[in-house]
T-cell receptor
Framework: EAQVTQNPRYLITVTGKKLTVTCSQN?????MSWYRQDPGLGLRQIYY???????DKGDVPEGYKVSRKEKRNFPLILESPSPNQTSLYFC??????????????FGPGTRLLVL | GQNIDQPTEMTATEGAIVQINCTYQ??????LFWYQQHAGEAPTFLSY????GLEEKGRFSSFLSRSKGYSYLLLKELQMKDSASYLC??????????FGRGTSLIVHP
């Protein structure tokens, strides 16, 4: 089944404790991205990757890191989480970055609470 | 930059037709997406418009007018399961799409 998976789905952590949220897709998509969704603000892009070893900042990259060592995986790293990073996070992938191939397929989401 | 406006919330009756509007200001874009998102779940693709006009797909249709900076999503024969948030998304030349804040649609019996 074609899908995007994220782990963990739920996470409670404390300020400053490094964490990684994994994202994997099995559709051989070139483009992957991370979003956070907060009430009243909609989806905001954190980072995106156009292909292996090619990543770039989205609208709200501060406090986050990503890597793309393999085409299928795109982990999101919070080196020192803070309470303002409490949010619902979505990973997404698309075939490429042009036209209708920009249709994004989203993972199920990771709900993060930073105390 | 790009800016998208959608109504925050709409209500409608089961079996009815509802139109969710999206207006935008942008210097240029390639196409416009609509996604559906049920509460606590991932957004899922509904439609993509690149040319002006109406794209019909079953009970859902989407319309785009580039000259007016306007799009709408039309949902016919509403069902309770259509209660969700509907996201208007501009896809520009960059790799950063612009998401509207979404319209929460409540369908009641």
């Amino acid at each position: 089944e074609a899908q995007v998976t994220q782990n963990p789905r739920y996470l409670i952590t404390v300020t400053g404790k490094k964490l990684t949220v994994t994202c994997s897709q099995n559709m051989n998509h070139e483009y992957m991205s991370w979003y956070r969704q907060d009430p009243g603000l909609g989806l905001r892009q954190i980072y995106y990757s156009m292909n292996v070893e090619v990543t770039d900042k989205g609208d709200v990259p501060e406090g986050y890191k990503v890597s793309r060592k393999e085409k299928r995986n795109f982990p999101l790293i919070l080196e020192s989480p803070s309470p303002n990073q409490t949010s619902l996070y979505f990973c997404a992938s698309s075939l490429s970055g042009s036209g209708s191939q920009k249709t994004q397929y989203f993972g199920p989401g990771t709900r993060l609470l930073v105390l | 930059g790009q800016n998208i406006d959608q109504p925050t919330e709409m209500t409608a009756t089961e079996g009815a037709i509802v139109q969710i509007n999206c207006t935008y200001q942008t210097s240029g874009f390639n196409g416009l997406f609509w996604y559906q998102q049920h509460a606590g779940e991932a957004p899922t693709f509904l439609s993509y418009n690149v040319l002006d006009g109406l794209e019909e797909k079953g009970r859902f249709s989407s319309f785009l007018s580039r000259s007016k900076g306007y799009s709408y999503l039309l949902l016919k024969e509403l069902q309770m399961k259509d209660s969700a948030s509907y996201l208007c998304v501009l896809s520009g030349g960059s790799y950063i799409p612009t998401f509207g804040r979404g319209t929460s649609l409540i369908v009641h019996p």
